[in-house]
C-alpha cells in the first residue's frame, strides 16, 4: 500500500521555521517529481513547491520563493519542506503528492499528481 505521510506542522510565531518532512512507503518515488501543496480554510489548494525526478530542479510559487526550500533524501524516502520567515497567510494545510514518471518534472498543477498525503496543519500567529 503506497502512503505519503507529512509531518513537522505545528503552531509556531511569525518570522519562525518550521521543517515539515513527507515519508513515503509502499513503493519508490526516488525517481519521481514531488510537490508541497497547501489549503488555507475557505480557500482551495494551491501549488507551493516541486522538485524534479532527478532532484536536480526545483520550483517554488511567487509567495514562498526566497522563503521556503524544498528538497528530498532518496535513501530515506522523505522529502523536505524548509519554511523560514512564515506569515499568518502561511497558515494552512500541507500536503505532499508524488507525480506519476521517472524523472518526471515538478508541475504546478495538482491534477499532474496521482498520490497525496494526509495533510499536516501549520498556523503561523501574529
Known amino acids: 500500500q503506497v502512503q505519503l505521510v507529512e509531518s513537522g506542522g505545528g503552531l509556531v510565531q511569525a518570522g519562525d521555521s518550521l521543517r515539515l518532512s513527507c515519508v513515503t512507503s509502499?513503493?519508490?518515488?526516488?525517481?519521481?517529481?514531488m510537490g508541497w501543496f497547501r489549503q488555507a480554510p475557505g480557500k482551495e489548494r494551491d501549488f507551493v513547491a516541486a522538485i524534479h525526478g532527478n532532484g536536480g530542479v526545483t520550483y517554488y510559487s511567487d509567495s514562498v520563493k526566497g522563503r521556503f526550500t524544498i528538497s528530498r533524501d532518496n535513501a530515506k524516502n522523505t522529502v523536505y519542506l524548509q519554511m523560514n520567515s512564515l506569515k499568518p497567510e502561511d497558515t494552512a494545510v500541507y500536503y505532499c503528492a508524488a507525480r506519476p514518471g521517472i524523472y518526471s518534472s515538478g508541475s504546478y498543477f495538482q491534477n499532474d499528481y496521482n498520490y497525496w498525503g494526509q495533510g499536516t496543519q501549520v498556523t503561523v500567529s501574529s
Open positions: 509502499g513503493r519508490t518515488f526516488s525517481r519521481n517529481a
